[in-house]
């Protein structure tokens, strides 16, 4: 019984960290405490709602509920059923990989991207991990979902990469996906030289097989084209201070370091983080 409490402390701790660091996960607050869901293709996915006294680990394990259902899948971005100007459109083709927009309406993509996700940020655990990756694995997917229906089409988009080679596949491998969200955090805009809003770039994951094959450096430069599109000049993410393989690649992408945070934060026993950014559509 001690060991399942630790457990719950350490998903608990992880999930928290990975909200904070990454900011992909969005909250859901609802009204109500009844889950809320979705129908897709068929099957109901349900979304986990936290109350006030419900664990992070009792909602995760509510948020993956599929059944049969013969409703038509709906997902709505900002109130639209459909988003135009992306689709299938392909963003960059580069190095053997293809980047586009994930598609909103086709749940199998969706759990490939939790999938992707979710192995990428997990941290095994000596006990109990697979029940922990399963509750993990249920947050991403239940952050995703809400994103998806509740962000307007210029404002949120999930980006996934895959092998040139399956382009007219109807279901592609997806190898990685990004998150892009444009936010206005004060903190960060009085390092953007006359910006309002920028585009923040996280949840950059590969698949382990596919790691070093350039699948990082194209989703970046697909993150730089929806910048560019959205009419965005920034473009911020935050990395670990001591990752230097991540700072390597944003670095090689055009990122440059801004401000990290304050030398407290590691005697509390977290990493330090660094904020980066691009300005694109200008000469840095």
Same mark, same amino acid.
């Given at each position: 019984?001690?060991h399942?409490?630790?457990?719950?402390?350490?998903?608990?701790?992880?999930?928290?960290?990975?909200?904070?660091?990454?900011r992909?996960?969005?909250?859901?607050?609802p009204?109500?405490?009844?889950?809320?869901?979705l129908?897709?293709?068929?099957?109901?996915?349900?979304?986990a709602?936290?109350s006030?006294?419900?664990?992070t680990?009792?909602?995760?394990?509510a948020?993956?509920d599929?059944e049969?259902?013969d409703?038509?899948?709906?997902?709505?971005?900002?109130?639209?059923d459909?988003? =135009? %100007?992306?689709?299938?459109?392909?963003? +960059? $083709?580069?190095?053997g990989w293809?980047?586009?927009r994930m598609?909103? /309406? #086709?749940?199998?993509e969706?759990?490939q991207?939790?999938?992707?996700?979710?192995?990428?940020?997990?941290e095994?655990?000596?006990?109990f991990?697979?029940?922990?990756f399963?509750?993990?694995?249920?947050?991403?997917?239940?952050?995703?979902?809400?994103?998806?229906?509740?962000s307007?089409?210029?404002r949120?988009?999930?980006?996934?990469?895959?092998?040139?080679?399956?382009?007219?596949?109807?279901?592609p491998q997806?190898?990685?996906?990004?998150?892009v969200?444009?936010?206005?955090?004060?903190?960060?805009?009085?390092?953007l =030289? %006359?910006?309002?809003?920028?585009?923040? +770039? $996280?949840?950059i994951?590969?698949?382990?097989?596919?790691?070093?094959? /350039? #699948?990082?450096?194209?989703?970046?430069?697909?993150?730089e084209?929806?910048?560019l599109?959205?009419g965005?000049?920034?473009?911020?993410l935050?990395?670990?201070?001591?990752?230097?393989?991540?700072?390597?690649?944003?670095?090689?992408?055009?990122?440059?370091?801004?401000?990290?945070?304050p030398?407290?934060?590691?005697?509390?026993?977290?990493?330090?983080?660094?904020?980066?950014?691009?300005?694109?559509g200008?000469?840095n």
């Amino acid at each position: 019984m001690a060991h399942m409490y630790q457990s719950h402390i350490i998903f608990t701790k992880r999930f928290q960290q990975l909200e904070s660091s990454q900011r992909f996960i969005t909250p859901i607050k609802p009204e109500s405490k009844k889950p809320q869901s979705l129908s897709h293709n068929g099957e109901r996915v349900s979304l986990a709602v936290v109350s006030d006294s419900q664990s992070t680990a009792e909602a995760a394990a509510a948020a993956i509920d599929v059944e049969s259902d013969d409703e038509e899948m709906m997902v709505s971005r900002g109130g639209d059923d459909q988003v =135009e %100007g992306f689709g299938d459109e392909c963003l +960059v $083709s580069e190095y053997g990989w293809i980047v586009r927009r994930m598609e909103a /309406k #086709v749940d199998s993509e969706i759990k490939q991207v939790a999938e992707i996700q979710a192995e990428a940020f997990h941290e095994p655990s000596v006990v109990f991990n697979d029940t922990l990756f399963w509750f993990f694995k249920a947050e991403v997917l239940s952050g995703l979902l809400y994103r998806l229906r509740n962000s307007p089409p210029d404002r949120y988009a999930c980006l996934v990469a895959y092998s040139i080679t399956e382009a007219s596949s109807l279901r592609p491998q997806f190898v990685g996906v990004v998150d892009v969200t444009v936010l206005r955090d004060e903190d960060v805009l009085c390092h953007l =030289e %006359g910006a309002a809003e920028y585009l923040y +770039v $996280s949840g950059i994951a590969v698949s382990n097989s596919f790691r070093r094959q /350039k #699948v990082a450096t194209v989703l970046l430069k697909a993150c730089e084209m929806i910048s560019l599109r959205w009419g965005h000049d920034y473009l911020v993410l935050r990395a670990h201070e001591d990752d230097m393989g991540a700072r390597t690649l944003y670095e090689n992408a055009g990122y440059r370091t801004v401000s990290g945070d304050p030398s407290w934060v590691s005697w509390v026993g977290r990493r330090r983080r660094i904020l980066m950014f691009k300005r694109t559509g200008h000469s840095n």
